[in-house]
């Protein structure tokens, strides 16, 4: 069984066009979050979220948006995609309230935009 | 400067040898991570640390807090050892955000 699952893994689209990746994670954990590696494969937050609280990292731009229909779920929605915005990201989850902190990550989405 | 560095950014080892990844970071920090990402690309959570030090099999992980440093060492290297290790902090902030080091990328040769 996949504890963090991302669909689709590779992900071709064309300058301006606006897409979604979606994530999934069966392990009961109360965070989600989205990172991004870039062509250095240098790994930055983008966003975090629990049921209570969206923290955005503030260098994200706002084309960027996290949707959360359960605490199970973390789709990313990117409009008017850019070439800049080629990269793997990678959702991962973690239990943070009740201690641990310990992370499991999905196996990352390669983004090419053309 | 990266809050979080990591040292050596290459490192390339003979099976069987002994290996050593730093780590030093710049702000406080509730835990630190080490993640292993393979060629493949996946992210596997090796170690969550904050204090003293941890093993698993052939991979042990120390920390330092007052000298904000961890060091990553394998154990009788092999070939399947090959990939990045990411040295990870999660700071004062909330909801578990981490901040990553650059990542060290060890190729272990037959």
């Known amino acids: 069984d996949t504890a963090v699952s991302q669909t689709p893994k590779y992900l071709v689209t064309q300058m301006g066009n606006d897409k979604s990746i979606k994530c999934e994670q069966n392990l009961g954990h109360d965070t989600m979050y989205w990172y991004k590696q870039d062509s250095k494969k240098f790994l930055k937050i983008m966003f975090s979220?629990?049921?209570?609280?969206?923290?955005i990292n503030e260098t994200v731009p706002n084309r960027f948006s996290p949707k959360s229909p359960d605490k199970a779920h973390l789709n990313l929605h990117i409009n008017s995609l850019e070439l800049g915005d080629s990269a793997v990201y990678f959702c991962a989850s973690s239990q943070v309230f009740t201690g641990g902190y310990g992370y499991t990550f999905g196996s990352g989405t390669r983004l090419t935009v053309v | 400067k990266n809050e979080v560095e990591q040292s050596p950014q290459n490192l390339t080892a003979q099976e069987g040898e002994f290996i050593t990844i730093n780590c030093s970071y710049s702000?406080?920090?509730?835990?630190l991570h080490w993640l292993q990402q393979h060629p493949g690309g996946g992210i596997v959570s090796l170690f969550m640390?904050?204090?003293g030090k941890k093993k698993h099999g052939r991979l042990i992980a120390t920390i330092n807090i007052q000298e904000k440093h961890s060091s990553l060492h394998i154990t009788a290297s092999h070939p399947r050892d090959s990939a990045v290790y990411i040295c990870?902090?999660?700071?004062?902030?909330?909801?578990?955000?981490?901040?990553f080091g650059k990542g060290t990328k060890l190729s272990v040769k037959p």
């Open positions: 640390l904050s204090s």
């Open positions: 702000v406080g920090i509730s835990a």
């Open positions: 990870a902090v999660k700071n004062g902030g909330s909801q578990g955000n981490l901040i």
């Open positions: 979220y629990n049921n209570k609280e969206l923290i």
